[in-house]
């Protein structure tokens, strides 16, 4: 049975979220020399927090497509047979093509898709969507929270223009929005490391 593609994109992006936190896990334990022991809370944590995310950021690309098409209807003759050599006897007009609507890209369009997602809103939506909802699996309050907000949000933001400049340009410029986000998550697993190591000390 075929799944519905926000299921089968969402589940793609969940198991290479699952794997970040796994290896981010080993990861820590070597770099402090210690045996590694699977902590089953924080993998939990990780998978409830792309369970909830992988949906947001589906319809968030779908939204962003829907504002920003990356694609537009632009015209161009068919042959070169035009008004002029009608008029000079060359041909007939029945000869002469009107113009056929082809599909180009809108760079400006991309353009405006990769700054919302990655510069702008996209940024703020999924750093404080990380920082809350890891804030509430934790147990803390919302004052914690807050103070997590307020200490952590931009650090991680700014380490986040280190990455997904590119990443967000390929995305938008050459993947459908419903694939978008597992194409993110492969692009991202490198970021989900350094996410579930964050994850750990908040």
């Given at each position: 049975?075929?799944?519905?593609?926000i299921?089968?994109s969402?589940?793609?992006?969940l198991?290479?979220d699952c794997?970040s936190?796994?290896?981010a896990?080993?990861?820590k334990?070597?770099k402090l020399?210690?045996?590694?022991?699977f902590?089953?809370?924080?993998?939990?944590q990780?998978?409830?927090?792309?369970?909830?995310?992988?949906?947001?950021n589906?319809?968030w690309?779908?939204?962003?497509?829907?504002?920003f098409?990356?694609w537009?209807?632009?015209?161009r003759?068919?042959d070169?047979k035009?008004l002029?050599?009608?008029?000079?006897?060359l041909v007939s007009?029945?000869?002469?093509?009107?113009?056929?609507?082809?599909?180009?890209?809108?760079?400006?369009?991309?353009?405006?898709?990769?700054?919302?997602?990655?510069?702008?809103?996209?940024a703020?939506?999924?750093?404080?969507?990380?920082l809350?909802?890891?804030?509430?699996?934790?147990?803390?309050?919302?004052?914690h929270?807050?103070?997590?907000?307020r200490?952590?949000?931009?650090?991680?933001?700014?380490?986040?223009?280190?990455?997904?400049p590119?990443?967000?340009?390929?995305?938008t410029?050459?993947?459908?929005?419903?694939?978008?986000?597992v194409?993110?998550?492969?692009?991202?697993?490198?970021?989900?490391i350094?996410?579930?190591?964050?994850?750990?000390?908040?």
């Amino acid at each position: 049975m075929k799944l519905p593609p926000i299921i089968n994109s969402c589940l793609l992006a969940l198991a290479i979220d699952c794997c970040s936190n796994l290896i981010a896990q080993r990861l820590k334990a070597y770099k402090l020399g210690i045996p590694f022991a699977f902590d089953g809370v924080l993998f939990t944590q990780f998978m409830i927090m792309g369970g909830i995310g992988g949906p947001i950021n589906f319809h968030w690309q779908l939204w962003l497509e829907r504002t920003f098409p990356g694609w537009k209807l632009s015209t161009r003759r068919g042959d070169v047979k035009t008004l002029d050599t009608v008029e000079l006897g060359l041909v007939s007009g029945s000869d002469v093509k009107e113009p056929e609507p082809v599909r180009v890209r809108n760079w400006w369009n991309i353009f405006r898709k990769w700054f919302t997602d990655c510069i702008t809103l996209g940024a703020l939506l999924n750093t404080t969507l990380f920082l809350v909802v890891m804030g509430v699996l934790k147990g803390k309050t919302w004052s914690h929270i807050g103070t997590d907000l307020r200490t952590e949000m931009w650090p991680i933001i700014w380490d986040s223009y280190k990455v997904w400049p590119i990443a967000n340009f390929f995305s938008t410029t050459y993947f459908p929005a419903e694939r978008r986000i597992v194409f993110l998550s492969c692009c991202g697993l490198i970021w989900n490391i350094y996410l579930s190591l964050v994850a750990a000390r908040l």
